[in-house]
């Protein structure tokens, strides 16, 4: 759901800000330095109570304050708040009731960010691949957070006595019966997710660029042609010898392929850069698909990163998803005219920690 009002205190430079977005389309414009991407931190913490530029809360607070606060009202009415101390505490708040729980805050407020950072999803580690994975899946299956959380803790222990070489064959093998149910019931929702995923992949990629044969696929983390008990009895003696389990849903991964190469081998980075925005909108519109409600997009300086044909293209895809876009640009000349109907289009220019909204 659309955030309509939404203010801001404590967070890095930032004045105390207090703005009423459009539903469609919020341009953030200002100088390096000025504090527009701290406006899309401030969405973020506000939708999983964490930044995406660190992992820690102090350098997110502002410089001499004990807590930031970030506070939110959806379009259906219902206010959402978010306060972090510097401590630690975390305190949640929605439609007047405390929220003991991240994933139930994620719930209520869907996120899908594009920073510099984000184009790593096609060179970067496989667990930026997972994340992107499960990330969809999380937001379908209501049941897969239990399962993904059953096979990690699992997963820590088993690892824990290979690395300590004090279990036996046959006293893993009791260990490895709800390590394979809960295994096989993750690798099963994130197969199913790219099976729905690649259609509309393919159907952006097309609009956006022409590279023959590109594909994606799924690696579940082991042989598909195995069942994952045998593959653990198989590689029980690797595994004591390795001190953790080769192979599993902790190895799964996106493969993504030009012919019969990595994309990496053969696409150039901005190609690569592409890629990842196709990946990142099919994502938000299959969630709208399947939820019948909209995402909200959180894109930082694709002004810098991509020439204007491709601006214009994306901007677009993401106008016609019915999202809810908060999009910053150092030059908003870069990014205005990149809309088709300007009418929807509200731009907030950024100084010095102070936000303002101007005409587009």
């Known amino acids: 759901?659309?955030?309509?009002?939404?203010?801001?205190?404590?967070?890095?430079?930032?004045?105390?800000?207090?703005?009423?977005?459009?539903?469609?389309?919020?341009i953030i414009c200002g100088i390096n330095g000025s504090g527009k991407t701290s406006i899309l931190e401030s969405i973020h913490l506000l939708g999983l109570a964490r930044s995406f530029r660190s992992s820690k809360i102090q350098p997110i607070i502002q410089h001499g304050e004990n807590c930031c606060t970030v506070f939110g009202r959806l379009d259906d009415g219902y206010p959402i708040g978010i306060q972090r101390?510097?401590?630690?505490?975390?305190?949640?708040?929605?439609?007047?009731?405390?929220?003991?729980?991240?994933?139930?805050?994620?719930?209520?407020?869907p996120l899908i960010i594009i920073t510099p950072d984000t184009f790593q999803l096609v060179s970067g580690s496989p667990s930026l691949r997972r994340q992107f994975i499960d990330w969809g899946v999380f937001h379908v299956e209501h049941t897969f957070l239990t399962y993904w959380k059953n096979t990690r803790k699992i997963l820590k222990q088993r690892n824990n006595l290979l690395k300590n070489g004090t279990i036996s064959h046959s006293q893993v093998a009791a260990w490895d019966i709800s390590l394979i149910e809960n295994a096989e019931k993750v690798d099963q929702f994130r197969s199913n997710y790219i099976n729905q995923l690649k259609n509309l992949f393919n159907q952006i990629v097309e609009i956006l660029i022409d590279i023959k044969e590109l594909k994606f696929s799924y690696y579940r983390g082991w042989d598909n042609e195995k069942k994952y008990s045998e593959v653990l009895s198989s590689n029980f003696q690797r595994d004591s010898k390795l001190g953790y389990t080769?192979?599993?849903?902790?190895?799964?991964?996106?493969?993504?392929?030009?012919?019969?190469r990595l994309a990496t081998d053969v696409l150039s980075r901005g190609q690569q850069k592409i890629i990842v925005c196709a990946l990142k909108?099919?994502?938000?519109?299959?969630?709208?698909?399947?939820?019948?409600?909209?995402?909200?997009?959180?894109?930082?300086?694709?002004?810098s990163e991509l020439d204007q044909h491709f601006r214009n293209n994306i901007c677009q895809l993401l106008e016609g998803s019915g999202a809810q876009v908060f999009i910053t640009a150092i030059d908003n000349l870069l990014i205005t005219?990149?809309?088709?109907?300007?009418?929807?289009?509200?731009?907030?220019h950024v100084e010095h920690g102070q936000v303002k909204e101007m005409q587009p």
């Open 246 to 260: 080769n192979l599993g849903p902790h190895k799964a991964d996106l493969k993504i392929t030009v012919g019969n």
């Open 281 to 303: 909108i099919a994502q938000g519109l299959l969630f709208q698909q399947q939820l019948q409600r909209p995402c909200i997009f959180l894109i930082d300086d694709l002004a």
């Open 337 to 348: 005219n990149s809309w088709n109907n300007k009418s929807k289009v509200k731009m907030f």
């Open 85 to 109: 101390l510097t401590d630690g505490e975390l305190l949640i708040k929605y439609a007047g009731k405390r929220l003991f729980s991240v994933a139930e805050l994620a719930c209520k407020l």
């Open 1 to 26: 759901m659309p955030i309509d009002h939404l203010q801001i205190v404590g967070v890095r430079n930032l004045e105390s800000v207090v703005i009423e977005p459009s539903p469609t389309i919020n």
